[in-house]
């Protein structure tokens, strides 16, 4: 989700989590958690699936909701107009090298 909105690399500055205490051996599951940044660009994982028709993505200048929907006034042109990303290591043990 980071590398969707664009902030592999940055930190949020607020996080919230709700979960159940937490073994100190493993982690274990949670209900929500919430990463706030600087922008005001917040990533809300749902770990119970409560929020029905929550966002997929949610920005400022928009919302991206299940099936691809959204109220971003013509957003296929703008998806057209973005550039490709970068290829991404697929080769576990070069990922790990490099």
Same mark, same amino acid.
């Given at each position: 989700m980071?590398?969707i909105?664009?902030?592999d690399? @940055?930190? &949020?500055?607020e996080i919230e989590a709700?979960?159940p ?5 493993? =982690?274990g599951t949670?209900?929500r ?6 922008d005001g660009c ?5 770990g119970?699936n /409560?929020?029905?028709?929550?966002a997929?993505?949610?920005? &400022?200048?928009?919302?991206i909701m299940k =099936?691809?929907k959204s109220?971003? &006034?013509?957003?296929?042109? /703008?998806?057209? @107009?973005?550039?490709? &990303?970068e290829p ?5 043990v070069?990922?790990?090298?490099t």
């Open positions: 980071q590398y909105m664009g902030k690399g @940055e930190s &949020p500055g709700d979960a205490k937490q073994n100190s051996d493993a =982690g949670w209900r958690i919430r990463l706030k940044y600087a917040e990533i809300i994982l749902d119970e /409560k929020d029905k028709d929550a997929f993505l949610q920005g &400022p200048k928009g919302k =099936g691809f109220d971003i &006034p013509d957003l296929d042109a /703008k998806l057209k @107009e973005l550039p490709d &990303p991404q290591v697929t080769n576990f070069e990922a790990v090298k």
